[in-house]
């Protein structure tokens, strides 16, 4: 049979051969032979592949007259479902779980007809990426527990592509809605972002749509307003506060009257932020960001736009030869980059399967040999993650200690004739330091790093990352902002820049992870900083506050917030779940969640993406830059009256910013057509339309228009393939499970017809060099191509060596991938998964300091008083600290800061 | 936690091995032959020393038929049910075993001396009807030879 | 009853046995150095390249004892040698013998150990690999005890370890005991097994001697196929082929069970006639039992009806004969046993065998496996046979990953068309007609007790 025959060069494959129909007939009736007749109660039915299968290969008479074998299942946590009777066997959920994501606590169990898929006992699934098993799983052994908990059939969703709003990343999903509640996600194929998987935080985030923390309404300080008569009042004052300026336009300048502020938002689209700064003028909108934050994402852009290292796509990662991660925490940060770069080291090319004749499709294959390779990862952060026990080595130490290893390796890329001129290796201890300064000083520049004496740990380490890097034609660095240190940033992009890159870039692609979905975007678009605004209102400058989509006591001292809100008479905030912000706000208008709006995002290495709108929200929920419409026209402004839809807001967009222009590009526009129809959400199968409101009225209301997508809230529509970025629902005609996708690929694996959706806002400029032709392919097996000669005089210099002090401790920010992003912290079966609020230490910290695992510590730290139970972090170096990010309920907090231990006499 | 001499025996056999988890199963075999059986606290105590997960110790464990999940008695039967001992009439040798402890394959008798349980062929098909108790081989068997090697179990 | 040894015949004659000691006890090393033993190791070491003893083998035209009789040195011939080669590569040689009837590798084993050592070495060293594994099944703890015992004295006479015999060759043998299953035995899944991963089968590519154990360069060899090796590399080519009455050449261990009055396993020139074997060897039938079938090697290998044991037992006669030699160790089906209740017996074994990977296996031997326990119980259907029929094609070769389930498809359907008679006739009856086993023609109508007194 063609499924157990090699292929080669020339072979014809007969699927409809006789016996080959029959074959597979026979696999179908054996698959059944234990299979449950459950298809009508079961939460696959209508997307399952055995079932598609079934019908297809015509299996209807059961001739297996035995018993079934039947088998006890587990509770595997919030996410997935656990129903073994409908196993076939297939090895999937294992290749995926234990192969891909790098699992332990799962396996396969027995053997024969009787094999057991799951965990010894019962217990939340560990893994991150859990949820894909969901569609991983041919059959409903694992399913989507949250959409269990509200069920509805898969054809009965009203789906759209949606992008992930829950971090950088901007993994493409599907989101479907049933009777105005968000059920589910899937993962949508993107080869160049997320490919065919997604992270457990992007599948089962989507609840905090339909949370009880969602603002459906407007709220008013006088309540009794309807939502126009809300935005009449609201306009009027935004007229006034903005007409006094007009006024005193070209007069002579006076002691300027209050005006607006604006402050945007990461986690709101670029066409929200941009109305808002079209409305409250350039100079007066603020990102929203925390200050810190935002020099490190601007700064981000920047070196991104600088280059020459470009952003790599997923494909980028995939062809590296070796990946050096620099002070991310990925499984946390950025869970679909921590799973590509898992998936990447387990079947990256080299040449060892090429010379056994192992072909790429061959994953087993590949896989075993990789395993037994030495490992290409090379992992330098703050504290121990879980992609430390693939690393070749780790290299854990304090965020300015990072940035010095990495500056210390670019210079050791060059000092065969080049100098060290900046970085040297980090020293822990005292002794060792001095040491080295001694040393500088002797040898001179060109001194080799491990030139003299017994060499110290450090330069031992130093020269093995030194080694592994010069060796390395097609490296990729991985960096972000995540542990809050500008140095790292610089060193990381600096040390790219001495890397060589994939031809014809000029230096090792640098992937630079930002926290939220449109951080990038953001920063794009640019804007002041939170604490300038804080000054203008301060000072009496700002008549309305406009905040939308933020909470800003994430972002600032709430000592701060609170006296911004006030200063700044009237606060307005817009925004679709309720925040702290709302508080001390005049109204709060109802905005549509990401589910309920079109808009673009911009992804942390630059990508615009399009995500369209799932469900119509009840009135007056609205998208954000429409409310900024309304209130322009209430204050009648020219900017934003004229934003009917919002293909308005990206022309406005794209004239005014031609850097920002291809964003309204990434996907058609509203007007257009595929042979004069739009796109439905619904499916062909959609169920029950004519009777859903039969209990209110038995006419069937008219679907509602969708202005600002060429998708319709209706099963009419064009039925074949859409164009990639408008794909609803992975459907061809008999595969209704997610095996269709193939159908929508060029080939299997390959990008989706006509091109993965997205396009990059940054390019580096493309530097022009000279690369020998053998260089030039594009296989990881060619030879080393030039060394871009990067000036090392260009190199940040290093910071100060970090330094345990006594009686302070450096605190670094923790990342949580259930717990540290906001929103998703609002769906219950993420915010169950959560750690509470803690300090970690290492443990020689915590000896010294007479802590205890659990027991609470009172620490102060920028001038907060915090009591938290200890949790030691043998991982952490000595002398610093960790503290959780972004926990509900905690404070903002600074990160890196230093933390004062109280002791308990009350003395710090 | 592993016993000293199981920690010695494990230990002697990781340099068989470039990987340390390659030995779990000898490892498993160990801490059976020291504890009667592999109860879900020896995995722990096994996945511990060696770093691996124990659902990885548990699969390969529950593939395997030499490795007991459950507790056995005092003795284990291993009575061949392969072909030549089929030829040879091992199902009168199994219903007379089975008559004379009063249980049925797969279980162990009340006062814990016996496990019965079948196995595959023992390459023992020169001397079938055969089978094992415990480490020892029992070939040519008959009622009257079953009942000598059974009484020689305390 | 048993015949286990061939003492006093010439080392020359029949290289396999000749060391085994007349007592009964294993062979020492000093009765394997008097029988010639380690010779061949020493030749090797001294004056042939590695690649000279892969010819040796080659020329010797010794094929896999295992079963399936590929090329012994074909096989390693594929391994990559030389300086460009892997630095690490792997012999393995495979004492799993699980298969239903088999039970040579253990009298080689049992009866000197050290055979296997020198032959394990000479692999070791024709591939230059550094280590080798024996992978022993869960059950011999007494080829476990004498081959440690073997491989100490071994390594004190310099034959393993640092620079054997003054060379510039090193190794170390160690035991691998298996946590128990058929599936072990097969060559991809033992290294999983040893590997202490999941014994499920490899696809191949990679090929074992490219990537195998821990994905380097592998050689798997069954205990007898490694046996073998000494005296070729001792003989030579040449003599060593004489020694068979066929092309095929050399001798190897015949063996028989089953209702006759010597059971055991004997070293015979390859080519004996399976009449040789069963009537001058094993001494014919017991009285009162006639022969009905031969399951000639193994239980992955067709029935041999009685009227044809002539048959010429290597492996291209037997192919030719359409039946398969397997591991040579024969099972004779005497006229008391119900052939139906033997092939449910055997199809049970393979479906409680099967590792649970490929779908035509674990799907289709359990249902097999249920249809003829219905048919021997007298539940079956005359269209069960067209069932079974069905079953033999979708578990037969090139539909399955691996060659469990097809072998199981060979006993079956060769018992389909060579007891056709006695299947119709269960279903006919609805029960089955034989008596217990065992049961001597006197003793026996052929209508039987009966439904109650059958088994
Ligand atoms: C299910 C299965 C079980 C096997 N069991 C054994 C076995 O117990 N012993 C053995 O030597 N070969 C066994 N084999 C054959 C091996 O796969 C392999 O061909 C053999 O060990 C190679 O050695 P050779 O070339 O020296 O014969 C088995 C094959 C299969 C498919
Ligand atoms: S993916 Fe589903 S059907 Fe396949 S083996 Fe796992 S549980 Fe069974
Ligand atoms: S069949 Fe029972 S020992 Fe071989």
Same mark, same amino acid.
């Given at each position: 049979?063609?499924c157990?025959t090699?292929?080669?060069?020339?072979?014809?494959?007969?699927i409809?051969?006789?016996?080959?129909?029959?074959?597979r007939?026979?696999?179908i009736?054996?698959?059944?032979?234990?299979?449950?007749?459950?298809?009508?109660?079961?939460?696959?039915?209508?997307?399952?592949?055995?079932?598609?299968?079934?019908?297809?290969?015509?299996?209807?008479?059961?001739?297996?007259?035995y018993?079934?074998?039947?088998?006890?299942?587990?509770?595997?946590?919030?996410?997935?479902?656990h129903?073994?009777?409908r196993?076939i066997?297939?090895? @999937?959920? =294992?290749?995926?779980?234990?192969?891909? +994501?790098? !699992?332990?606590?799962f396996? &396969?169990? *027995?053997? /024969?007809?009787? $094999?057991?898929?799951?965990?010894?006992?019962?217990?939340?699934?560990?893994?991150?990426?859990?949820?894909?098993?969901?569609?991983?799983?041919?059959?409903?052994?694992?399913?989507?527990?949250?959409?269990?908990?509200?069920?509805?059939?898969?054809?009965?969703?009203?789906?759209?592509?949606?992008?992930?709003?829950?971090?950088?990343?901007?993994?493409?999903?599907?989101?479907?809605?049933?009777y105005?509640?968000?059920?589910?996600?899937l993962?949508?194929?993107?080869?160049?972002?997320?490919?065919?998987?997604?992270?457990?935080?992007?599948r089962?985030?989507?609840?905090?749509?339909?949370g009880?923390?969602r603002?459906?309404?407007?709220?008013?300080?006088?309540?009794?307003?309807?939502?126009?008569?809300?935005? @009449?009042? =609201?306009?009027?004052r935004l007229?006034? +506060?903005? !007409?006094?300026?007009?006024? &005193?336009? *070209?007069? /002579?300048?006076? $002691?300027?009257r209050?005006?607006?502020?604006g402050i945007?938002?990461?986690?709101?689209?670029?066409?929200?932020?941009?109305a808002?700064?079209?409305?409250?003028?350039?100079?007066?909108?603020?990102?929203g960001?925390?200050?810190?934050?935002?020099?490190l994402?601007?700064?981000?852009?920047?070196?991104?736009?600088?280059?020459?290292?470009?952003?790599?796509?997923?494909?980028?990662?995939?062809?590296?030869?070796l990946?050096?991660?620099?002070?991310?925490d990925?499984?946390?940060?950025?869970?679909?980059?921590?799973?590509?770069?898992r998936?990447?080291?387990?079947l990256?090319?080299?040449?060892?399967?090429?010379?056994?004749?192992?072909?790429?499709?061959?994953?087993?294959?590949?896989?075993?040999?990789?395993?037994?390779?030495?490992?290409?990862?090379?992992l330098?952060?703050?504290?121990?993650?879980?992609?430390d026990?693939?690393?070749?080595?780790?290299f854990?130490?304090?965020?300015?200690?990072?940035?010095?290893?990495?500056?210390?390796l670019?210079?050791a890329?060059?000092?065969?004739?080049?100098?060290?001129?900046?970085?040297?290796?980090?020293?822990?201890?005292r002794?060792?330091?001095?040491r080295?300064?001694?040393?500088?000083?002797?040898?001179?520049?060109s001194?080799s790093?491990?030139?003299?004496?017994?060499?110290?740990?450090?330069?031992a380490?130093?020269?093995?990352?030194a080694?592994?890097?010069r060796?390395?034609?097609?490296?990729?660095?991985?960096?972000?902002?995540?542990?809050?240190?500008?140095?790292?940033l610089?060193?990381?992009a600096?040390?790219?820049?001495?890397?060589?890159?994939?031809?014809?870039?000029?230096?090792?692609?640098?992937?630079l992870?930002?926290?939220?979905?449109n951080?990038?975007?953001?920063?794009?678009?640019?804007?002041?900083?939170?604490?300038?605004a804080?000054?203008?209102?301060?000072?009496?400058?700002?008549?309305?506050?406009?905040?939308?989509?933020?909470?800003?006591?994430?972002?600032?001292?709430?000592?701060?917030?609170?006296a911004?809100?006030?200063?700044?008479?009237?606060?307005?905030?817009?925004?679709?779940?309720?925040?702290?912000?709302m508080?001390?706000?005049?109204?709060?208008?109802?905005?549509?969640?990401?589910?309920?709006?079109?808009?673009?995002?911009?992804?942390?290495?630059?990508?615009?993406?399009?995500?369209?709108?799932?469900m119509v929200?009840?009135?007056?929920?609205?998208?954000?830059w429409?409310?900024?419409?309304?209130?322009?026209?209430?204050?009648?402004?020219?900017?934003?009256?004229?934003?009917?839809?919002l293909?308005?807001?990206?022309?406005?967009?794209?004239?005014?910013?031609?850097?920002?222009?291809?964003?309204?590009?990434?996907?058609p526009?509203?007007?257009?057509?595929?042979?004069?129809?739009?796109?439905?959400?619904q499916?062909?199968?959609?169920?029950?339309?004519?009777?859903?409101?039969?209990?209110?009225?038995?006419?069937e209301?008219?679907?509602p228009?969708?202005?600002?997508?060429?998708?319709?809230?209706?099963?009419?529509?064009?039925?074949d393939?859409?164009?990639?970025?408008?794909?609803?629902?992975?459907?061809?005609p008999?595969w209704?499970s997610?095996?269709?996708?193939?159908?929508?690929?060029q080939?299997?694996?390959?990008p989706?017809?006509?091109?993965d959706?997205?396009?990059?806002?940054?390019?580096?400029?493309?530097?022009?060099?000279?690369?020998?032709?053998?260089?030039?392919?594009?296989?990881?097996?060619?030879?080393?191509?030039?060394?871009?000669?990067?000036?090392?005089?260009?190199?940040p210099?290093p910071?100060?060596?970090?330094?345990?002090?006594?009686?302070?401790?450096?605190?670094?920010?923790?990342?949580?991938i259930?717990?540290?992003?906001e929103?998703?912290?609002?769906?219950?079966?993420?915010a169950?998964?959560?750690?509470?609020?803690?300090?970690?230490?290492n443990?020689?910290?915590?000896?010294?300091l007479?802590?205890?695992?659990?027991?609470p510590?009172?620490?102060?730290?920028d001038e907060?008083?915090?009591?938290?139970?200890?949790?030691?972090?043998?991982?952490?170096?000595?002398?610093?600290a960790?503290l959780?990010?972004g926990?509900?309920?905690?404070?903002?907090?600074?990160?890196?800061?230093?933390?004062?231990?109280?002791?308990?006499?009350?003395?710090? | 936690m592993?016993?000293?001499?199981?920690r010695?025996e494990?230990?002697?056999t990781?340099?068989?091995?470039?990987?340390?988890?390659?030995?779990?199963?000898?490892?498993m075999?160990t801490?059976?032959?020291?504890?009667?059986?592999?109860?879900?606290?020896?995995?722990?105590?096994?996945?511990?020393?060696?770093?691996?997960?124990?659902?990885?110790?548990?699969?390969?464990a529950?593939?395997?038929?030499?490795?007991?999940?459950?507790?056995?008695?005092?003795h284990?039967?291993?009575?061949?049910?392969?072909?030549?001992?089929?030829?040879?009439?091992?199902?009168?040798?199994?219903?007379?075993?089975?008559a004379?402890?009063?249980?049925?394959?797969?279980?162990?008798?009340?006062?814990?001396?016996f496990?019965f349980?079948?196995i595959?062929?023992?390459?023992?098909?020169?001397?079938?009807?055969?089978?094992q108790?415990?480490?020892?081989f029992?070939?040519?068997?008959?009622?009257?030879?079953?009942?000598?090697?059974?009484?020689?179990?305390? | 009853?048993?015949?286990?040894?061939?003492?006093?015949?010439s080392?020359?004659?029949?290289?396999?046995t000749?060391?085994?000691?007349?007592?009964?006890?294993?062979?020492?090393?000093?009765?394997?150095?008097?029988?010639?033993?380690?010779e061949?190791?020493?030749?090797a070491?001294?004056?042939?390249?590695?690649a000279?003893v892969?010819?040796?083998?080659?020329?010797?035209?010794?094929?896999g004892?295992?079963?399936?009789?590929?090329?012994?040195?074909?096989?390693?011939?594929?391994?990559?040698?030389?300086?460009?080669?892997?630095?690490?590569?792997?012999?393995?040689?495979?004492?799993?013998?699980?298969?239903?009837?088999?039970?040579?590798?253990?009298?080689?084993i049992?009866?000197?150990p050290?055979?296997?050592?020198?032959?394990m070495?000479?692999?070791?060293y024709?591939?230059?690999?550094?280590?080798?594994?024996?992978?022993?099944?869960?059950?011999?703890?007494?080829?476990?005890?004498?081959?440690?015992?073997?491989i100490?004295?071994?390594?004190?006479?310099g034959?393993l370890?640092?620079?054997?015999?003054?060379?510039?060759?090193?190794?170390?043998?160690?035991?691998?005991?298996?946590i128990?299953r058929?599936?072990?035995g097969?060559?991809?899944?033992?290294?999983?097994a040893?590997?202490?991963?999941?014994?499920?089968?490899?696809?191949?590519?990679?090929?074992?001697?490219?990537?195998?154990?821990w994905?380097?360069?592998?050689?798997?060899?069954?205990?007898?196929?490694?046996?073998?090796?000494?005296?070729?590399?001792?003989?030579?080519?040449?003599?060593?082929?004489?020694?068979?009455?066929?092309?095929e050449?050399?001798?190897?261990?015949?063996?028989?069970s089953?209702?006759?009055?010597?059971?055991?396993?004997?070293?015979?020139?390859?080519?004996?006639p399976?009449?040789?074997?069963?009537?001058?060897?094993?001494g014919?039938?017991?009285?009162?039992?006639?022969?009905?079938?031969?399951?000639p090697?193994?239980?992955?290998?067709p029935?041999?009806?009685?009227?044809?044991?002539?048959?010429?037992?290597?492996?291209d006669?037997?192919?030719?004969?359409g039946?398969s030699?397997?591991?040579?160790?024969?099972?004779?089906?005497?006229?008391?046993?119900?052939?139906?209740?033997?092939?449910?017996?055997l199809?049970r074994?393979?479906?409680?065998?099967?590792?649970?990977?490929?779908?035509p296996?674990?799907?289709?031997?359990?249902w097999?496996a249920?249809?003829?326990?219905?048919i021997?119980?007298?539940?079956g259907?005359?269209?069960?046979l067209d069932?079974?029929?069905?079953?033999?094609?979708?578990?037969?070769?090139?539909?399955c990953?691996?060659?469990?389930?097809?072998?199981?498809?060979?006993p079956?359907?060769?018992?389909?068309?060579l007891?056709?008679?006695d299947?119709?006739?269960?279903?006919?009856?609805?029960?089955?007609?034989?008596?217990?086993?065992g049961?001597?023609?006197?003793?026996?109508?052929l209508?039987?007790?009966?439904?109650?007194?059958?088994?």
């Amino acid at each position: 049979m063609a499924c157990l025959t090699r292929p080669r060069e020339g072979n014809r494959v007969a699927i409809s051969d006789e016996e080959a129909v029959r074959f597979r007939a026979t696999v179908i009736e054996l698959l059944m032979i234990s299979h449950p007749h459950d298809c009508p109660v079961c939460d696959e039915g209508g997307e399952c592949h055995l079932q598609d299968m079934t019908v297809m290969t015509g299996h209807v008479y059961r001739r297996y007259p035995y018993r079934k074998r039947t088998f006890e299942n587990h509770d595997l946590g919030p996410f997935v479902t656990h129903e073994m009777n409908r196993c076939i066997q297939c090895y @999937r959920c =294992l290749r995926f779980y234990v192969d891909y +994501a790098g !699992g332990h606590d799962f396996d &396969a169990f *027995g053997l /024969r007809n009787e $094999v057991y898929f799951g965990r010894l006992r019962d217990g939340a699934l560990d893994s991150e990426f859990s949820g894909n098993l969901v569609e991983v799983c041919p059959v409903g052994v694992f399913d989507d527990k949250t959409l269990a908990a509200h069920y509805t059939r898969k054809w009965d969703l009203q789906t759209a592509p949606a992008v992930c709003a829950f971090c950088g990343r901007g993994c493409n999903t599907i989101a479907g809605e049933r009777y105005g509640e968000l059920r589910r996600v899937l993962n949508r194929f993107n080869g160049e972002v997320n490919g065919y998987f997604l992270c457990d935080r992007g599948r089962y985030a989507y609840e905090s749509v339909n949370g009880a923390e969602r603002v459906r309404k407007p709220i008013v300080g006088l309540s009794g307003l309807s939502a126009s008569e809300l935005v @009449r009042g =609201l306009g009027a004052r935004l007229e006034s +506060a903005l !007409g006094e300026r007009r006024v &005193a336009v *070209g007069a /002579r300048p006076r $002691v300027a009257r209050p005006r607006p502020v604006g402050i945007g938002s990461p986690r709101a689209s670029l066409e929200a932020n941009f109305a808002l700064k079209r409305l409250v003028g350039a100079e007066r909108f603020f990102l929203g960001l925390a200050d810190g934050e935002q020099t490190l994402v601007e700064r981000a852009a920047e070196l991104l736009r600088e280059g020459p290292s470009p952003a790599p796509t997923l494909h980028d990662i995939e062809a590296a030869d070796l990946v050096l991660v620099l002070g991310e925490d990925l499984t946390n940060t950025a869970p679909m980059l921590d799973f590509s770069v898992r998936r990447w080291a387990r079947l990256r090319p080299t040449v060892a399967e090429e010379r056994l004749g192992i072909a790429r499709w061959n994953d087993a294959g590949v896989g075993a040999v990789k395993k037994e390779e030495p490992s290409a990862l090379w992992l330098a952060t703050t504290h121990a993650g879980k992609l430390d026990e693939i690393a070749a080595e780790t290299f854990h130490a304090a965020p300015d200690d990072l940035a010095r290893f990495a500056l210390a390796l670019a210079a050791a890329l060059d000092s065969k004739g080049g100098s060290r001129t900046a970085g040297e290796p980090p020293q822990k201890s005292r002794s060792a330091k001095a040491r080295s300064a001694k040393r500088s000083a002797a040898d001179g520049p060109s001194a080799s790093l491990t030139a003299d004496g017994p060499a110290s740990d450090g330069d031992a380490r130093l020269e093995r990352f030194a080694a592994a890097l010069r060796a390395a034609r097609r490296p990729v660095v991985i960096s972000g902002v995540s542990c809050g240190s500008l140095a790292l940033l610089e060193a990381a992009a600096a040390l790219a820049r001495a890397l060589p890159g994939p031809p014809p870039a000029a230096a090792a692609p640098l992937a630079l992870v930002v926290p939220e979905v449109n951080s990038m975007g953001l920063v794009l678009l640019g804007g002041g900083r939170l604490s300038e605004a804080f000054r203008l209102a301060a000072e009496g400058d700002v008549e309305v506050a406009l905040v939308i989509e933020n909470d800003l006591y994430r972002r600032a001292p709430a000592a701060q917030v609170e006296a911004f809100l006030k200063a700044s008479r009237t606060a307005i905030v817009i925004d679709h779940v309720k925040t702290a912000t709302m508080a001390a706000a005049a109204a709060v208008l109802p905005a549509a969640s990401w589910a309920e709006a079109t808009g673009t995002f911009v992804s942390h290495e630059g990508r615009a993406q399009r995500s369209f709108q799932v469900m119509v929200p009840p009135r007056p929920v609205q998208p954000t830059w429409r409310w900024l419409s309304a209130l322009a026209s209430a204050a009648r402004l020219p900017a934003g009256q004229n934003w009917l839809r919002l293909d308005d807001v990206l022309a406005e967009l794209a004239r005014e910013r031609p850097d920002l222009a291809p964003a309204a590009l990434v996907a058609p526009n509203a007007d257009a057509r595929v042979a004069d129809m739009k796109i439905p959400r619904q499916a062909s199968r959609y169920s029950g339309r004519t009777a859903m409101h039969a209990d209110v009225s038995v006419f069937e209301p008219t679907p509602p228009d969708d202005h600002d997508a060429p998708l319709s809230f209706s099963m009419e529509g064009y039925r074949d393939e859409p164009p990639a970025p408008l794909v609803t629902r992975f459907h061809a005609p008999r595969w209704n499970s997610v095996q269709a996708l193939n159908k929508f690929q060029q080939e299997v694996g390959g990008p989706l017809r006509g091109g993965d959706p997205g396009v990059r806002l940054i390019e580096p400029p493309a530097v022009p060099t000279s690369i020998p032709a053998a260089a030039q392919s594009s296989t990881a097996v060619t030879p080393s191509p030039p060394r871009p000669a990067a000036a090392p005089s260009s190199r940040p210099a290093p910071p100060p060596a970090f330094r345990p002090a006594l009686d302070r401790l450096l605190a670094v920010p923790l990342h949580h991938i259930y717990g540290s992003e906001e929103l998703s912290m609002l769906s219950p079966p993420v915010a169950g998964r959560a750690p509470a609020a803690y300090v970690a230490l290492n443990a020689l910290d915590a000896e010294r300091l007479g802590a205890r695992e659990g027991r609470p510590l009172k620490v102060t730290l920028d001038e907060l008083h915090l009591s938290l139970p200890v949790r030691i972090v043998a991982s952490l170096p000595e002398g610093v600290a960790g503290l959780p990010v972004g926990l509900p309920g905690q404070p903002f907090v600074a990160l890196p800061a230093e933390l004062e231990i109280e002791h308990e006499d009350g003395h710090a | 936690m592993l016993t000293d001499s199981e920690r010695r025996e494990i230990e002697a056999t990781l340099h068989h091995y470039p990987h340390r988890r390659s030995a779990a199963a000898g490892a498993m075999r160990t801490v059976q032959r020291h504890r009667g059986w592999l109860s879900d606290e020896a995995l722990a105590d096994i996945a511990g020393f060696l770093g691996v997960s124990v659902e990885e110790l548990d699969s390969r464990a529950t593939f395997a038929n030499m490795l007991f999940r459950r507790p056995v008695g005092r003795h284990v039967i291993l009575i061949c049910d392969s072909d030549c001992c089929y030829v040879m009439a091992y199902e009168q040798m199994r219903d007379h075993i089975a008559a004379r402890l009063g249980i049925g394959l797969g279980e162990t008798t009340p006062d814990g001396r016996f496990t019965f349980l079948p196995i595959v062929c023992l390459a023992q098909c020169d001397h079938a009807p055969a089978m094992q108790i415990d480490d020892d081989f029992h070939g040519d068997l008959t009622p009257e030879r079953i009942d000598q090697i059974l009484a020689s179990y305390d | 009853m048993t015949d286990r040894h061939t003492t006093g015949v010439s080392p020359d004659e029949r290289p396999l046995t000749a060391a085994f000691r007349a007592d009964g006890r294993p062979a020492n090393i000093a009765d394997y150095e008097a029988a010639g033993g380690y010779e061949a190791l020493r030749t090797a070491l001294r004056e042939l390249a590695p690649a000279e003893v892969t010819k040796l083998v080659s020329d010797s035209g010794l094929r896999g004892r295992g079963g399936a009789g590929f090329s012994t040195g074909g096989k390693w011939s594929h391994v990559p040698v030389g300086d460009m080669a892997p630095a690490i590569k792997y012999v393995v040689c495979n004492g799993d013998e699980m298969e239903p009837g088999s039970f040579k590798d253990r009298h080689l084993i049992e009866g000197n150990p050290h055979l296997l050592i020198e032959g394990m070495a000479l692999a070791c060293y024709a591939i230059q690999a550094r280590t080798g594994y024996i992978f022993l099944r869960a059950q011999y703890d007494k080829p476990y005890a004498l081959l440690t015992q073997a491989i100490a004295e071994a390594k004190a006479k310099g034959y393993l370890g640092e620079h054997i015999l003054g060379s510039g060759f090193s190794l170390e043998i160690y035991l691998h005991v298996s946590i128990g299953r058929y599936m072990c035995g097969e060559a991809s899944a033992m290294l999983n097994a040893l590997q202490s991963d999941r014994p499920n089968p490899r696809w191949r590519p990679p090929h074992m001697a490219s990537a195998g154990l821990w994905s380097r360069p592998t050689v798997v060899n069954n205990v007898e196929s490694l046996c073998c090796v000494p005296p070729i590399v001792r003989l030579g080519p040449e003599r060593w082929k004489s020694l068979g009455l066929t092309d095929e050449g050399g001798t190897r261990m015949y063996g028989v069970s089953g209702r006759v009055n010597r059971t055991g396993a004997w070293e015979l020139p390859v080519g004996t006639p399976m009449r040789e074997v069963i009537e001058q060897h094993a001494g014919g039938m017991r009285d009162g039992f006639a022969l009905r079938a031969v399951l000639p090697g193994g239980a992955s290998t067709p029935f041999v009806p009685a009227e044809a044991i002539d048959v010429i037992m290597d492996f291209d006669h037997m192919k030719e004969a359409g039946y398969s030699l397997g591991t040579g160790t024969a099972l004779l089906v005497d006229d008391s046993v119900c052939p139906i209740g033997l092939v449910r017996n055997l199809v049970r074994f393979f479906a409680q065998e099967s590792c649970g990977w490929c779908t035509p296996c674990w799907g289709g031997l359990p249902w097999a496996a249920d249809v003829l326990n219905d048919i021997e119980e007298g539940r079956g259907r005359l269209s069960d046979l067209d069932l079974l029929e069905e079953q033999c094609w979708f578990m037969g070769e090139d539909m399955c990953f691996c060659d469990l389930a097809p072998s199981a498809t060979k006993p079956l359907g060769a018992a389909l068309k060579l007891f056709r008679d006695d299947f119709e006739r269960h279903i006919r009856e609805e029960r089955c007609s034989y008596g217990p086993v065992g049961q001597p023609a006197g003793q026996r109508s052929l209508r039987g007790p009966g439904p109650d007194g059958g088994h």
